[in-house]
C-alpha cells in the first residue's frame, strides 16, 4: 500500500497539531476524568440512601 505524499504531508501536519496542543488535551483529559468521578461518588451516594430507604421501610 502505497501513500501519496499529500496524504503523508498531512498526517504529519495533525501530529504537529497534536504535539502542541497536548498540555491542553491533558488538562481536558484530567477535567473529564475528575467529572466521572465525581459522577461515580454521587451514584453511589444516590444508592446507598436508596437503599437505606428500602431497609428502613422493612421491604
Known amino acids: 500500500m502505497k501513500i501519496t505524499t499529500t496524504k503523508r504531508k498531512a498526517v504529519m501536519t495533525?501530529?504537529?497539531?497534536?504535539?502542541?496542543?497536548?498540555g491542553d488535551i491533558n488538562e481536558r483529559a484530567d477535567a473529564f476524568i475528575k467529572n466521572f468521578h465525581n459522577q461515580q461518588r454521587i451514584q453511589?451516594?444516590?444508592?446507598?440512601?436508596?437503599?437505606?430507604?428500602?431497609i428502613s421501610r422493612g421491604v
Not at 501530529?15 to 496542543?21: A, G, H, K, S, T
Not at 453511589?44 to 428500602?54: G, T, V
Open 14 to 22: 495533525r501530529r504537529l497539531l497534536i504535539d502542541e496542543d497536548k
Open 44 to 54: 453511589r451516594e444516590e444508592s446507598f440512601k436508596r437503599y437505606q430507604e428500602i
